[in-house]
């Protein structure tokens, strides 16, 4: 070859080299080995490990103090409903007690009524005067008698029939028994105290006069 064609390469082969970045790595450098490669894969896998556990860790704290609180929220409920219906008892009870005492208040005003209708002045006393007290008396009571009844027919009290049907000893009580053939055995021929039921339950049994015919001489 010429030496002048070979001093031209050469010159062109040094302002190459002169033109070409010197920070740039060689090529070889940018190629990680397969060794680098599988130990960082070991370590996110390891890493990853660790992050699973503390992950399972926390989620089995929580499932614990998830039971607890549903435990603490069951028993709070079984109390509340005791003490719900402890309370609803008492309420009851009270409100039962009450209504005896008024049941008790009526048969008195009711005792009264029936004494004074059946009440006949002697001779001496101005039978006029009499008379008209007692009618008003009775109207009185009759009024507070209406009274009474429509307080307790508001709470659900309502008077149990009992006269002319067949004694039910689930809720009549025989008091007294009566001999009449017109009728037959086992009837309620009268009445002595009133029953009443509340809500279709029974509050107070009646006091009843039931029937016993005597076939045998």
Request: negative net charge.
């Amino acid at each position: 070859m010429d030496s002048a064609i070979k001093e031209q390469l050469l010159d062109r082969f040094r302002d190459y080299l002169d033109r070409a970045d010197p920070a740039l790595p060689p090529q070889q450098a940018t190629t990680p080995d397969l060794f680098s490669l599988l130990a960082e894969l070991a370590a996110l896998k390891n890493e990853a490990k660790i992050e699973s556990r503390q992950v399972k860790s926390v989620l089995d704290e929580f499932r614990g103090v998830f039971d607890t609180l549903q435990q603490s929220n069951t028993r709070l409920d079984g109390e509340l409903t005791h003490q719900r219906e402890q309370e609803t008892q008492v309420r009851q009870e009270a409100e039962r007690d009450l209504l005896m005492e008024l049941l008790d208040l009526r048969d008195r005003i009711e005792a009264g009524r029936i004494a004074m209708r059946r009440y006949r002045p002697g001779w001496l006393a101005r039978r006029g005067n009499v008379t008209e007290f007692l009618d008003s008396v009775n109207e009185g009571q009759a009024m507070n008698l209406r009274r009474l009844d429509e307080m307790l027919a508001r709470r659900g009290v309502l008077p149990l029939a009992a006269v002319d049907r067949r004694f039910d000893p689930h809720t009549m009580h025989a008091a007294q028994t009566a001999h009449q053939p017109e009728h037959e055995d086992g009837w309620v021929v009268g009445e002595i105290r009133t029953g009443f039921v509340r809500h279709e339950q029974l509050l107070r049994p009646a006091e009843v006069i039931v029937n016993k015919r005597d076939d045998n001489p």
